[in-house]
């Protein structure tokens, strides 16, 4: 049988890429308006971050909560929170996937806990990790601290990633700048350089 070069399953392959982290979300939890007012803004810097991102050949992966869902789909989930009664609606439209774009759906906070996630950036080459979504405190700052045991270098634009409060959200910008040693300067400062 012929050797299959596991590469393929992956055909990008890129330094960088961008992880957009529960932003397929029907914000359906009693916190929700609180965080919404936060996470539409972030989700317009995101949009345009990800439209850089794809200019540059960058691969987008979604990382997106299965909501204790375990027989979950991706697409039902995109077509579910993307229907206009939905409060998550805005967001799940502006930043709908696209078919290059993969998608990776977690049990829990961590995009790498119990998922494929560090194979797919194993087979993509990456080594720099963009995260952006959704909450700051919660399932960024646990994907951040996964990544970083992972050795991988972290740029988590502060304007795109959102949490229910500023105080929340600005402590744990600084939490993970300070002990990650993650770049949180603003998208619009982001570079894609080797």
Excluded at 109 to 124: C, D, E, I, P
Excluded at 141 to 154: E, I, V
Aim: hydrophobic share 40%; proline share 6%; with cysteine.
């Amino acid at each position: 049988m012929k050797h299959r070069d596991p590469r393929d399953v992956a055909p990008d392959r890129s330094l960088w890429a961008l992880l957009l982290i529960d932003v397929i979300n029907d914000f359906n939890f009693p916190e929700a308006p609180r965080l919404l007012r936060y996470a539409l803004p972030a989700a317009r810097r995101m949009a345009a971050l990800k439209h850089r991102a794809k200019q540059r050949n960058v691969p987008v992966i979604y990382v997106n909560d299965n909501f204790g869902r375990w027989q979950s789909d991706f697409r039902k989930q995109v077509e579910h929170c993307s229907v206009e009664s939905c409060l998550g609606s805005p967001i799940a439209t502006l930043l709908r996937p696209e078919e290059d774009d993969y998608f990776v759906l977690k049990p829990k906070h961590s995009g790498f806990y119990s998922t494929t996630l560090n194979v797919l950036l194993a087979h993509l080459g990456a080594e720099r990790l963009i995260l952006a979504g959704f909450a700051t405190d919660i399932c960024i700052l646990f994907t951040a601290n996964d990544a970083y045991m992972r050795d991988y270098r972290l740029y988590i634009p502060s304007d795109c990633v959102a949490a229910e409060t500023t105080k929340a959200h600005r402590s744990t910008c600084v939490h993970m700048k300070r002990f990650l040693h993650a770049n949180i300067s603003p998208s619009k400062n982001l570079r894609f350089t080797s």
